[in-house]
């Protein structure tokens, strides 16, 4: 893949030292230059429980909504000597933009229509079309969770995820639509992607059976620097893996 699909930051981003985080949106981080307890907003609602450990490094953009309560929003955790994503909203631009100039070599038959397409009972993330006016949908998952090179999906037990699962299991089968998953792996040290049986058996399942189903599973990891977000390489989606 020789184009390149980048998405950069609006500012320079600030490190902090991560606190505690008091709820599921917000975090409270130290800043060294203010000397203050900073209230810093969380796009990802992810349990990232092995990842916000006390006195860890989080990078933060400032918020450019004067009215908004938090001055601040997390982009980064450096786990490891390692950045991983904890901003969904950066990676989902990157899926767009990736979408829209036809670079993922799998899809590259489709177009982009829409995002945020509604069928069914869900709304789901990307419509995309070929030039035979066969339709896919796309559902994306952002993946935080890793451990030994395997990139795990979900890190905490997620119902709606499931459902999402099962739904395109079932749309799959009645062959109106295609359908495929494609799991954007927040980090640079995975080489293949499976569902953490441990934490959500249900969704490990599910996701099982959308394989045999014939749900396209695709993955692409990330490239993460201090200026921006960069599509990485495809790497395999294993949902059969059995992690020892």
């Given at each position: 893949m020789s184009e390149k699909v980048f998405v950069g930051?609006?500012?320079?981003?600030?490190?902090?030292?991560?606190?505690?985080?008091?709820?599921?949106?917000?975090l409270h981080c130290y800043h060294e230059e203010t000397e203050q307890i900073e209230r810093v907003h969380l796009a990802d609602p992810g349990r990232l429980i092995e990842l916000l450990i006390e006195g860890v490094t989080i990078y933060v953009l400032p918020s450019t909504n004067p009215n908004r309560k938090t001055k601040w929003t997390a982009v980064y955790v450096e786990f490891n000597?390692?950045?991983?994503?904890?901003?969904?909203?950066?990676?989902?631009?990157?899926?767009?933009?990736?979408l829209k100039?036809?670079?993922?070599e799998e899809l590259a038959p489709?177009?982009?229509?829409?995002?945020?397409?509604?069928?069914?009972?869900?709304?789901?993330?990307?419509?995309?079309?070929?030039?035979?006016?066969?339709?896919?949908l796309l559902e994306v998952k952002s993946v935080t969770l890793a451990s030994n090179g395997i990139g795990m999906?979900?890190?905490?037990?997620?119902?709606?995820?499931?459902?999402?699962?099962?739904?395109l299991t079932v749309i799959a089968k009645e062959g109106t639509y295609k359908t495929a998953i494609l799991f954007v792996v927040q980090r640079e040290?995975?080489?293949i992607v499976?569902?953490?049986?441990?934490?959500?058996?249900?969704?490990?399942?599910?996701?099982?059976?959308?394989?045999?189903?014939?749900?396209?599973?695709?993955?692409?990891t990330c490239v993460l620097t201090e200026?921006?977000?960069?599509?990485?390489?495809?790497?395999?989606?294993d949902p059969f893996l059995k992690i020892q």
């Open positions: 930051f609006p500012a320079e981003l600030t490190k902090m030292t991560f606190v505690e985080r008091p709820n599921r949106f917000i000597d390692l950045l991983v994503s904890i901003n969904t909203t950066y990676p989902n631009k990157l899926v767009e933009l990736m100039t036809a670079i993922i489709y177009q982009w229509v829409k995002s945020e397409y509604t069928y069914g009972n869900s709304r789901w993330d990307f419509l995309l079309e070929d030039k035979e006016k066969n339709q896919l999906f979900p890190d905490a037990v997620t119902k709606r995820g499931s459902k999402h699962v099962q739904e040290d995975v080489e499976t569902g953490a049986a441990e934490i959500d058996p249900v969704f490990a399942k599910n996701l099982e059976e959308a394989a045999k189903a014939g749900v396209q599973l695709l993955s692409y200026h921006g977000i960069e599509l990485g390489n495809a790497i395999p989606v």
